[in-house]
């Protein structure tokens, strides 16, 4: 059996160094997504997800702006959309990620939900006691309905993640 790892980087971000600044000129978006200024004006008309900010004249993308262009990019030059295909596959990440945000509305971000895991003791212990101070079938049902729905948060979690990065 082949040894197959998956790269948890997306598509579109590979082979692309992204410098850590809050903001970037239009002039630096265009050396490091590789395109012309005015194709980055004319996709800020054609995507309304793409909006920089602007001060006295100037845009300033910020970090999400710059992952948007290389998916904008990534989805027109390497996996053949027209415009509006690239926005209608644009519009539907944006739909199935509300669709799991409403179906989870509890779901912590990233960040929490790993902070929550460097502590498994506490979990551990807590269902022992859930399960062992009911002395029943009870306890064990709930522990395992909580599991359940955890597989299915994750399960929905990882979908969205293969299909969209």
């Not at 850590?20 to 490091?32: D, P, R, W």
């Not at 390497?78 to 990440?93: P, R, V």
Request: glycine share 4%; with cysteine; net charge neutral.
């Amino acid at each position: 059996m082949a040894n197959t790892t998956t790269d948890p980087t997306p598509a579109y971000l590979q082979n692309v160094s992204l410098p850590s600044k809050k903001y970037f000129t239009i002039g630096e978006v265009s050396k490091i997504c590789d395109l012309q200024p005015h194709v980055l004006r004319y996709w800020e008309k054609a995507f309304q997800q793409l909006k920089p900010s602007k001060r006295s004249g100037r845009r300033y993308y910020q970090q999400k702006d710059l992952h948007l262009v290389l998916q904008i990019k990534y989805l027109l030059h390497q996996k053949g959309f027209t415009i509006q295909g690239a926005q209608a596959q644009l519009s539907s990440d944006e739909t199935e990620l509300a669709e799991v945000a409403i179906a989870v509305p509890s779901l912590t971000p990233v960040k929490e939900a790993s902070d929550s895991l460097a502590a498994p003791e506490t979990s551990k212990k807590q269902v022992a006691e859930t399960a062992s101070s009911s002395n029943n079938i009870e306890g064990v049902e709930e522990v395992k309905k909580e599991l359940e729905d955890l597989l299915q948060i994750t399960q929905l979690f990882k979908s969205y993640v293969e299909q969209n990065y």
